[in-house]
């Protein structure tokens, strides 16, 4: 497999920008376990290959236990998920599905339980850029498999 469009990704201006945004959310108030719950579940509604082996490995090298991972397209049923990770899933599941319906209100009532106004903020931020991800990376056919996670620092 190979990619579809054969240009330095990394070398882009607009990869550049959406990489300034991603500085910014990994500073945000948002916990980087939320971050990466959201981004693996937004991907695997997208189908997108390469962020789904992206955000494992990543979710992975930071502890996350791989009962929680496999678990998480049905997060609803499985006990293993706090209050606040089942609001941002909810959230980030009816905004990546956003076109075929709304967002009903109760959602972002049930969101602000567990989210300030910033947090909330920052949570529709990393929604929508892992959806722009997912975009990109399937429309270039960014091939999957070869991520490996940044050593931890220490």
Same mark, same amino acid.
């Given at each position: 497999?190979? &990619?579809? %469009? *054969?240009v330095?990704?990394t070398?882009?201006?607009a990869?550049?920008?959406?990489r300034?945004v991603? *500085? @910014?959310?990994? $500073?945000?108030s +948002?916990? *980087?376990?939320?971050?990466?719950?959201?981004?693996?579940?937004?991907? $695997?509604?997208?189908?997108? &290959?390469f962020?789904?082996?992206?955000?494992?490995?990543?979710?992975?090298?930071?502890?996350?236990? *791989?009962?929680?991972? @496999?678990?998480?397209?049905a997060?609803?049923?499985?006990p @293993?998920y706090?209050?606040?990770?089942?609001? &941002?899933?909810?959230? &980030?599941e009816?905004?990546?599905?956003?076109a075929?319906?709304?967002?009903?209100?109760a %959602?972002?009532?049930?969101?602000?339980?567990?989210?300030?106004?910033?947090?909330?903020?920052?949570?529709i931020?990393t +929604?929508?850029? +892992?959806?722009?991800?997912n975009r990109?990376? +399937?429309?270039?056919?960014?091939v999957?498999g070869? @991520?490996q996670?940044?050593?931890?620092?220490?």
């Amino acid at each position: 497999m190979e &990619a579809r %469009v *054969k240009v330095a990704l990394t070398s882009s201006p607009a990869y550049q920008a959406m990489r300034g945004v991603e *500085k @910014y959310l990994a $500073q945000s108030s +948002i916990e *980087k376990t939320v971050r990466e719950l959201v981004k693996l579940r937004v991907s $695997q509604i997208n189908g997108c &290959a390469f962020c789904l082996n992206l955000h494992w490995n990543d979710a992975r090298a930071d502890g996350e236990t *791989k009962q929680r991972l @496999y678990s998480l397209p049905a997060w609803r049923e499985c006990p @293993y998920y706090s209050d606040r990770e089942r609001a &941002a899933l909810l959230l &980030a599941e009816e905004l990546t599905r956003v076109a075929h319906r709304p967002v009903p209100e109760a %959602v972002y009532e049930e969101v602000s339980k567990h989210f300030s106004d910033q947090e909330q903020h920052d949570l529709i931020w990393t +929604i929508a850029v +892992i959806n722009a991800w997912n975009r990109m990376c +399937i429309g270039l056919g960014v091939v999957p498999g070869s @991520y490996q996670p940044p050593p931890l620092e220490g």
